[in-house]
T-cell receptor
Framework: DAGVTQTPRHEVAEKGQTIILKCEPV?????LFWYRQTKIQGLELLSY????????DGGAFKDRFKAEMLNSSFSTLKIQPTEPKDSAVYLC????????????FGSGTRLTVL | EQQVQQSPASLVLQEGENAELQCSFS?????VQWFYQRPGGRLVSLLY???GTKQSGRLTSTTVIKERRSSLHISSSQITDSGTYLC????????????FGSGTQLTVMP
């Protein structure tokens, strides 16, 4: 049973670059979440999709962060342009249909912006 | 303001000791969940506990919704329990999302 798959595991970018992170949710799951994790801020919600529709766009992250879900089995998170403060681990999670008890996380992408 | 506060921030135990982790919320919540994360590892759900007491093996969670708090008790800690424990809650406001605390870093020594 495949879990949530995130690629790449690590990404290094120069300031100002555009990077795209990828996520494949658990097959059949309707909800998909993008979180950012840092030591200082902890986990912050970036985006939330239900059945491919954007439900939550993360407020403060709107201007340079854009998540898309082109089909039910694939999502991307684009950061454009990147800044050093974007260095963090980006986590993707999926759930069959909401409900905290059924949230499955990927291993994350560690982004370093120089 | 942090909506989910966890304490302690870090905890060091000897193997076999018990651990008590605390979580408090600044707003009312519908449900609480505890997660575990090894360094560099993925977040794994441990216990979903909207209210009352729930147990899973050596883990016991007690949530008191009216008092806006939840706790996680780990009995007879093992070295493999080392890692970060995160508490997350869903606000009662209706927007389904999980808000996470900063975590408690647990180290169990031999």
């Amino acid at each position: 049973d495949a879990g949530v798959t995130q690629t790449p595991r690590h990404e290094v970018a120069e300031k100002g670059q555009t990077i795209i992170l990828k996520c494949e949710p658990v097959s059949g799951h309707n909800d998909l979440f993008w979180y950012r994790q840092t030591k200082i801020q902890g986990l912050e919600l970036l985006s939330y999709f239900r059945s491919k529709s954007l439900m939550e766009d993360g407020g403060a992250f709107k201007d340079r962060f854009k998540a898309e879900m082109l089909n039910s089995s694939f999502s991307t998170l684009k950061i454009q342009p990147t800044e050093p403060k974007d260095s963090a681990v980006y986590l993707c999670a999926s759930s069959p249909q909401g409900g905290a008890e059924t949230l499955y996380f990927g291993s994350g992408t560690r982004l370093t912006v120089l | 303001e942090q909506q989910v506060q966890q304490s302690p921030a870090s905890l060091v135990l000897q193997e076999g000791e018990n651990a008590e982790l605390q979580c408090s919320f600044s707003i009312f919540t519908n449900q609480v969940q505890w997660f575990y994360q090894r360094p560099g590892g993925r977040l794994v759900s441990l216990l979903y506990n909207p209210s009352g007491t729930k147990q899973s093996g050596r883990l016991t969670s007690t949530t008191v919704i009216k008092e806006r708090r939840s706790s996680l008790h780990i009995s007879s800690s093992q070295i493999t329990d080392s890692g970060t424990y995160l508490c997350a809650m869903e606000p009662s406001s209706g927007s389904w999302q999980l808000i996470f605390g900063s975590g408690t870093q647990l180290t169990v020594m031999p």
